[in-house]
């Protein structure tokens, strides 16, 4: 599975953003997606996860702002980022997880999103 990530830029607080993560390849395979971001100096975090059977996952400092959804026909996940604040910004990275004998995580390269105060 490849995934490349789209949809980063410089926004003012309070402003919006939506990202996109393309996957391609075995793509039937998998289990859930997800969008984990990491801040200059910290650790990668999980932000939001959507498993195939439409069951959403939200770090708690985002919920009520940000929605991550799937667009199947275009094998896409979307994360629509919404009343952003300056402590969101951070590189934002793609995962898809496929179960099988054993877990396989998958990442995209990243996309960087930058919030203005």
């Known amino acids: 599975v490849q995934l490349q990530a789209s949809g980063g830029g410089l926004v003012q607080a309070g402003g919006s953003l939506r990202l996109s993560c393309v996957a391609s390849g075995t793509v039937s395979l998998i289990n859930s997606v997800g969008w984990y971001r990491q801040a200059p100096g910290k650790q990668r975090d999980l932000v939001a996860t959507?498993?195939?059977?439409?069951?959403?996952n939200y770090a708690d400092s985002v919920k009520g702002r940000f929605t991550i959804s799937r667009d199947n026909a275009k094998n896409t996940v979307l994360l629509q980022m919404n009343s952003l604040k300056p402590e969101d910004t951070a590189v934002y990275y793609c995962?898809?997880?496929?179960?099988?004998?054993?877990?396989?995580?998958?990442w995209g390269q990243g996309t960087l999103v930058t919030v203005s105060s």
């Open positions: 995962n898809a997880v496929r179960i099988g004998i054993r877990r396989s995580d998958f």
């Open positions: 959507l498993t195939t059977d439409g069951e959403t």
